[in-house]
């Protein structure tokens, strides 16, 4: 039998720079794009205050983890589930009765009246209940 060998660690992201992963550094490239941008449009000092925002939003996406899930991720959840919540609750005033039902005759249920044996049943009756099955002289009329 062939050995082979079993990738570990398959969930660790490869490292470009330092402790950074690719994930994590095109995420910063496209924070510094957004502030570049907004360093060209605003003031200065607007500038500055929407650049350190723009840096920890970035920074929030490149390293938060949310019950070990990333936060992209973790937002993406967090808006499908205000889309649509997953508890539905049914609420019977909101329902308008569009048919009109009539209530059905009951039927009574009435088993088949059971038709007594006979003295001359019972005794054949008798007979194959004492050889255990083995008569079966006038079987057809007892499985009725």
């Known amino acids: 039998m062939q050995q082979y060998v079993v990738p570990q660690f398959i969930d660790v992201e490869n490292k470009i720079l330092g402790p950074l992963t690719v994930r994590q ?7 510094f794009g957004f502030i570049f941008i907004i360093f060209k449009i605003f003031q200065f000092w607007i500038a500055a205050i929407l650049g350190v925002m723009a840096f920890g939003v970035s920074g929030l996406f490149a390293f938060a ?3 070990g899930r ?7 959840t967090l808006l499908q589930t205000l889309q649509r919540p997953p508890l539905q609750v049914w609420n019977k005033s909101m329902i308008v009765e569009k048919t009109k039902y ?3 005759a009951a039927k009574e249920y009435l088993p088949p009246p059971k038709q007594p ?6 005794s054949e009756v008798a007979l194959i209940v004492d050889t255990g099955g083995a008569y079966q002289e006038g079987i057809d009329e007892i499985k009725q």
């Open 25 to 31: 550094f095109i995420t910063f490239l496209v924070g």
């Open 65 to 67: 983890k949310i019950n």
């Open 70 to 76: 990333l936060f992209h991720y973790f937002l993406l």
């Open 102 to 104: 009539q209530k059905a």
């Open 117 to 122: 044996l006979s003295r001359s049943r019972l």
